[in-house]
Structures are given as C-alpha cells and as structure tokens.
C-alpha cells in the first residue's frame, strides 16, 4: 500500500473524513443530460432567472417567481413542459402570496409554498389540479425548505444569536432543533445548509468551507470534509458583489438521493470570469449587478456526489453557473437568459458512469 493510501485509509477511520486528492478519473466525470426544457412564449408567462424549480413524483414541474398578467406566480408545467396551471396570485387571501419564497412537494404530492412575508406555508393540492387546500403558520423564522418528507427552517440571525437548524411539522409546530443556538457577530462562518437525511437527522454543510455534517438533535454523528485547491477555507465576512469581484466558492444546494449518495452544488468564479462595469447612462448601484451582466458569465458550478460514510468522491462534473439548485433526486435545474431577457429553464439529469 502506498504512503498516500495508507494516508486516506487512515483518515476513513476518523470521525473527521477527508476526501484525498484533486484528480479525478475519467470513470468518476458525471453525465449531465437534459430531461426537459421549459421556454414560455412570453405572451403569457415570463419566468425569472432567480425562479425555483421542483419535479413531482409524477413528473410535473412546478416553478416558482413566474411573471404573469397577475404578477408573480407559481407556474404547473407537465411532463411535457406545457403550461398548465398558475396559481398563487399577489395578495392577502386563500392561495395567496404577498411574495413567494421555497416550493416543494411533500406529503402525496401535495405543493407546499412559502410566504417570506406573512411567514407561512400554503398547501395545493397534488397536480394536475393543484388547488389551494389551506395555509398554516410556521412557528419560527428562517430560511424555509419543503422535502418530501419534512420541512426544514435553516437558521435565522437575530441580535447577535444565531438560531440552529429547526425541523417544524405539516402544521408549523416546531418539532425538534439541531444544535443550540450559537451566539456570534459572524453568522455568515456559522451559518448551515441542511436537508433531511432520515428520523431525527440532517445534513448540514457549511457555506464557505467545504464541510458537510451529519447531525442528530444533540450531536455531530460524522463530519466530511473535501480538501481542494478551488475550495479552499473562507473566513471572511463580507461577500463579493460577483460583477465587479471575483466570487469565491460556497457550497450552494445539498441533495441525497434514494441510494443514500450525499450530492453537492459548489457555485464558483467562471473559469473566463472578468469584472463588467456599469454602462455610463446608466447611475452607478454598487450593490446592483449590470443589466446586461448572465449568471454564466460569472458563475459555474461544479456538482459532486460523495459516499455519505467515508466523504469519498463517487463523481465530480462542471456545469454551468446558470445551474440554480436540485429540483430533485439526481436532478438538477437552471434558467438561463437569452440576449433579449428571454429565460428557459432546463430540467438536468445526474448519472454516475459505470
């Protein structure tokens, strides 16, 4: 056994994992194929290159922050991609929203959309119907997340406290947290993206290092972290603005599909990234982009499946930075915007080769 090997094997039998190396082999590039594409004609919806996607059990395609005559809008696209349903209108009614955070599928197929606004969850139907059926409260704040089995609620930052990973129930009541809270001036070093890993377990990555870990209520069960050059450790406080600095990796979405396998969206710099300044008409916003500026000109991604006990590198692939989130198990989706402003959304497929 090399020194190198006998170096990683003994780092598996550590609570810590790290993955060993930079390299990968040609049999670890992952297959990233397009499973559907959604192009609005424009005449009746828009849909927005920050918009959310989720995919159905049965395959139907609900995306969030769609612009219609009515405003903004949760849109229901079929296996197809034709448009079949709005919903969720601006406002302060039944089935409405006055602005449209998280979507996901849960329970039966139901849609459960969150209010960042009124802070709370209201519930459709499953499609193709996709009526409104109620709304509830959550009980905390956070940033929000519906699974198909839970619904998570990252940790809010308030008066120097930040609140741990909180797990509420299909009514809003709090269920359990992950951790206490954590008192601190730096919530951006402390901050956690989860997502269900089983009964009373969460994934929870750091955003500025690559560290992934598995968490019960009161502990840290496993810790996984990926040591590479294009990710190395951030302790800084302040963000970027990605136009005019060049962005520096964080992890951006978790998944972990239903072999278990822990996969992970790393948004970085663009290999060809370059500052784009402001056109001189118009009046000069720091902390506004350009009009003109595409996510993929400043943004790629890089997408990774990891072996959820060892942190081992199962497959790694660059993929565009126009690639927002998982929009399910292996799936991927992003909205990419034409030179007109014209945005398509694609529904991407994530494979291993064997």
Request: hydrophobic content about 40%; glycine content about 8%; aromatic content about 8%.
């Amino acid at each position: 056994m090399t020194l190198l090997k006998q170096i990683c094997f003994l780092r598996l039998l550590a609570l810590t994992f790290t993955g060993c190396g930079n390299e990968l082999t040609e049999t670890q590039r992952l297959v990233v194929s397009q499973v559907l594409a959604i192009s609005p004609s424009g005449d009746t919806v828009d849909l927005s290159p920050f918009s959310q996607a989720s995919v159905s059990r049965s395959g139907f395609v609900a995306v969030s922050k769609v612009i219609s005559k009515s405003g903004e809008n949760i849109a229901l696209f079929d296996p197809s991609g034709r448009l079949i349903k709005l919903v969720g209108r601006p406002g302060g009614g039944p089935g409405e929203f006055k602005a449209i955070g998280s979507i996901g599928f849960g329970p039966g197929d139901s849609l459960f959309a969150h209010d960042v606004q009124t802070n709370l969850i209201v519930v459709h139907s499953p499609p193709p119907a996709l009526s409104y059926v109620r709304s509830f409260a959550v009980e905390v704040r956070g940033d929000v997340k519906v699974w198909p089995n839970s619904i998570l609620v990252a940790g809010g930052w308030s008066r120097g406290t930040l609140q741990p990973t909180r797990e509420i129930d299909w009514s809003g009541a709090l269920v359990r947290s992950f951790g206490p809270p954590i008192e601190t001036t730096t919530p951006e070093l402390e901050f956690r993206l989860p997502i269900p890993a089983g009964p009373a377990l969460i994934w929870a990555a750091f955003n500025q290092r690559y560290v992934i870990e598995l968490m019960t209520p009161d502990s840290v069960v496993r810790r996984l972290v990926r040591d590479v050059d294009w990710f190395p450790d951030d302790t800084s406080t302040k963000s970027p603005l990605p136009w005019s600095e060049r962005p520096r990796a964080r992890i951006y979405a978790l998944s972990l599909d239903s072999a278990d396998v822990l996969w992970v969206l790393v948004r970085r710099a663009a290999a060809n990234w370059r500052a784009v300044g402001h056109p001189t008409a118009v009046p000069f916003q720091p902390s506004r982009p350009p009009v003109s500026v595409r996510l993929a000109e400043l943004f790629e991604g890089v997408v990774e499946a990891l072996d959820p006990s060892t942190g081992a590198v199962l497959g790694s692939s660059v993929v565009s930075g126009s690639v927002l989130g998982f929009a399910g198990s292996r799936l991927l989706y992003d909205a990419s915007e034409d030179s007109s402003g014209m945005v398509t959304m694609r529904i991407l497929r994530l494979d291993r080769r064997r």
